[in-house]
């Protein structure tokens, strides 16, 4: 995963003129006939040499992560020509994996829920070779493992763990009570639902009206009040609040869902949206959690495979940084055999790092420039698919309301109170597409990073699939598996892959003093002669894991900007491995629309029409 990038503070204002689309003028439509390519069950080619730059493509994006890869793939059925740039040497954007030594690296600890019906659509779970974890987790509290189970799923597990000092029996009765209710109602109606913090959703209903004691959930709050335009409406969200609550103790919130939940969103404050909570445990209730056999860089890879071979570019990174990452080393003598996660490399080319995107103006296409000073002009659009910090620097004033169509960065002004209000009969609502637009802001706010410690063991401490957890609330590591014991292929054979996340990069610390303070915690936790003779593997930080969820959110922000240019990402939707590969497809299927309106002649009608069935059908 990238670091966030700065602001650039030479943008704003007209961006100036493409040379190369200036010459072309309108650029000739010439898209390809619908259907993409198929994946081919072929073994994984080595880095493919250089290639030129392409002066002209039907449709640009910026970016080769799961949501620009799935905007292409999008794209290539709609009959377009993309072109995927992306500035690293591989595809996957924060979702990629490694090979280092023989084992499977994922950037970060993520994992996959096969509940998502998005990636139900989009990708080939067969072909992924899903591997799930236990439902449920160990977690570490007063020196001693107490497991935590999926009552509906091991049931024996869940009676017996009725006593254990995780939460009363109030709790566990709870928690299989509100895995049941987490599978009522359409799915889409959770993110219309009254949103509060994950934290005010989880605890006791008598302090659902309560501030919590984090001061990101506090802000929150008052933020949801002021929203609120009366006093009376006040009342009622705290109200909403505490109907909401689900009751559960500080005993069980703060030694289970603080961990847990803190591994998904990479904030134990738990001040989350409740909606993405809701929505996280509905997907663990449908389907499993689990790692796919290649690692999770196989969702890109399978993506990139469907593409044209010259419709990807990737940078290009020093010979050195590819050792140091494995990129493209053999795994060890004997390893488990995987299907391959993608038929060939990526095309690269040296500076395929995107400086400046420029909109569609005066009969010009919408075109990017390059680092090198090269340009693509795009005759249907340009699609920007990267993180958000890097999003706003390349889009600057686009992103925001007052310059363009897609969001806004401060929030909505206050509402006077209601005493000194105009009378009902003179106030006037404005019109749906500006209420829409309030509310649909790229978050300025920082988002939260997370830091992976990868070791080398000779044997786990337990054979079982289970995930860790820190549930003392003291120390640095916050959860720890063991991902060779739910995908063998994660490790070569007789080893074992250790995997331990820190919420927070830690930044205090040097990689040396974060490997050492994290191997004494785990020698706490598993022994300390076994911990001994573990060796590091890697550190991985990630300054922005994910971006600012805390309410108030829209998870179905704009995509079209104005301008042939359209920017998807989890900043657009929200930090899951679904939501990004609907923001790709939202994405597309908004430039597609946007060129079958333009009415060109050539495919546009049919695109046009091939993205309404689409849209009708989701």
């Known amino acids: 995963m990238a670091s966030p990038l700065a602001a650039d503070p030479t943008r704003g204002g007209g961006a100036p003129r493409c040379a190369a689309a200036a010459r072309r003028g309108a650029a000739a439509r010439r898209p390809l006939a619908a259907g993409g390519a198929r994946h081919r069950p072929c073994a994984a080619a080595g880095p493919a040499p250089p290639r030129a730059l392409p002066a002209e493509a039907d449709a640009v994006v910026v970016g080769g992560g799961l949501a620009g ?20 040497d591989g595809v996957g954007g924060r979702a990629r994996s490694d090979v280092v030594e023989g084992f499977t690296l994922d950037r970060g600890f993520q994992i996959f829920l096969t509940g998502y019906p998005e990636a139900a659509a989009t990708l080939d779970y067969e072909a992924l070779q899903l591997r799930p974890f236990y439902a449920g987790a160990r977690v570490r509290f007063g020196g001693a493992w107490h497991t935590v189970a999926d009552p509906l799923r091991h049931f024996w597990d869940g009676v017996a763990s009725l006593g254990n000092p995780i939460g009363s029996v109030a709790d566990k009765v709870n928690v299989g009570l509100f895995r049941i209710k987490s599978l009522l109602g359409p799915l889409d109606a959770i993110f219309e639902r009254p949103e509060t913090t994950t934290l005010e959703r989880l605890q006791a209903r008598g302090a659902a009206g309560a501030g919590p004691p984090a001061r990101g959930p506090r802000r929150a709050a008052r933020a949801a009040c002021r929203a609120a335009p009366t006093r009376a409406a006040r009342r009622v969200r705290v109200r909403v609040r505490a109907r909401q609550a689900e009751g559960f103790s500080p005993a069980m919130v703060d030694r289970f869902f603080r961990p847990f939940l803190g591994g998904i969103f990479f904030n134990t404050q738990l001040s ?17 959690n689990c790692l796919p056999a290649a690692g999770i860089g196989a969702m890109a890879g399978q993506l990139a495979a469907g593409l044209p071979d010259d419709s990807v570019l990737t940078g290009a990174a020093p010979a050195a940084a590819r050792r140091r990452r494995g990129v493209g080393r053999a795994r060890a003598a004997g390893a488990a055999r995987v299907a391959p996660p993608t038929t060939r490399a990526p095309a690269r080319r040296a500076g395929a790092k995107v400086q400046r995107v420029t909109a ?9 420039e390059l680092a090198s000073g090269e340009t693509v002009a795009a005759a249907h659009g340009v699609v920007v698919a990267v993180e958000g910090p890097e999003a706003w620097r390349l889009l600057g004033e686009a992103m925001d309301v007052r310059g363009g169509a897609g969001g806004c960065s401060a929030p909505p002004p206050r509402r006077r109170c209601a005493a000194r209000a105009p009378p009902r009969r003179q106030r006037r609502r404005p019109p749906p597409a500006a209420a829409a637009a309030q509310v649909a802001p790229s978050k300025s706010e920082p988002g939260v990073g997370t830091a992976c410690v990868y070791f080398r063991a000779p044997a786990p401490p337990a054979p079982d ?31 074992t892959l250790v995997s331990a996340s820190v919420i927070g990069t830690q930044p205090q610390l040097s990689d040396e003093q974060l490997v050492a303070a994290v191997r004494r915690e785990l020698a706490e936790w598993f ?13 991985y930080r990630i300054p922005y894991a994910q971006p600012n969820q805390a309410p108030p959110t829209n998870f179905t922000r704009p995509v079209a900007l104005g301008g042939g240019l359209f920017v998807c ?17 939202r994405a597309a299927e908004a430039l597609i629309a946007a060129a079958g309106t333009r009415g060109a002649g050539g495919a546009a009608p049919a695109l046009a029409a091939a993205a309404a069935a689409r849209a009708g059908s989701a």
């Open 360 to 368: 569609a103006a005066g009969g010009r296409p919408a075109c990017v």
């Open 569 to 585: 990402g989890d900043h657009r939707d929200s930090a899951t491995f679904d939501a990004a590969l609907r923001s790709g497809r």
């Open 69 to 88: 890869l799935n905007a292409a793939a999008v794209l290539r059925r709609a009959g377009l020509r993309p072109l995927v740039l992306e500035a690293s």
């Open 465 to 495: 699939p289970i995930l860790y957890l820190n549930g003392t609330g003291e120390g640095l590591v916050n959860n720890c598996c063991f991902p060779s014991t739910v995908a063998p292929s994660y490790a070569p054979p007789g080893q």
């Open 527 to 539: 022994g300390g002669a076994a911990v001994d003779s573990w060796s590091h593997l890697r550190t």
């Open 272 to 288: 989350t949206s409740s909606r993405l909570f809701e929505f996280v445990m509905r997907m663990l209730a449908t389907g499993s």
